[in-house]
């Protein structure tokens, strides 16, 4: 699975940008670890061919620079831009089936 963290560190920031982009994949258990991202607000985002992107996750990273994030992926494709995702919880709901394709 691709994850994306997009950090804005709350001090110290190397870049001089304000925001820093670190990209990695998870390993079969869908884990990983990364000892570069600063501590700060950060944004993760994951998304896995084949499977429907869930909406991305917003945290703030502690001093200890440790934390677990959970998302619930589901196979399929992502929705047509004009759905609007109304629950907050994933990129549509899991009993939605494109049009065309069932039903």
């Known amino acids: 699975m691709a994850v994306t963290i997009t950090s804005v560190p709350f001090i110290n920031d190397p870049t001089g940008t304000g925001t820093i982009v670190t990209k990695?994949?998870?390993?079969?258990?869908?884990?990983?670890?990364?000892?570069?991202?600063p501590i700060g607000t950060i944004t993760v985002h994951v998304s896995r061919n084949g499977f429907r992107t869930p909406d991305d996750q917003v945290w703030a990273l502690a001093p200890e620079g440790f934390a677990t994030?959970?998302?619930?992926?589901?196979?399929?494709?992502?929705?047509?831009?004009?759905?609007?995702?109304?629950?907050d919880q994933n990129a549509w709901p899991p009993d939605y089936v494109p049009p065309g394709q069932g039903g």
């Open 69 to 87: 994030f959970l998302f619930e992926i589901f196979p399929g494709e992502d929705p047509l831009d004009q759905y609007e995702d109304g629950d």
């Open 24 to 37: 990695t994949t998870t390993d079969q258990n869908g884990q990983f670890t990364r000892s570069d991202i």
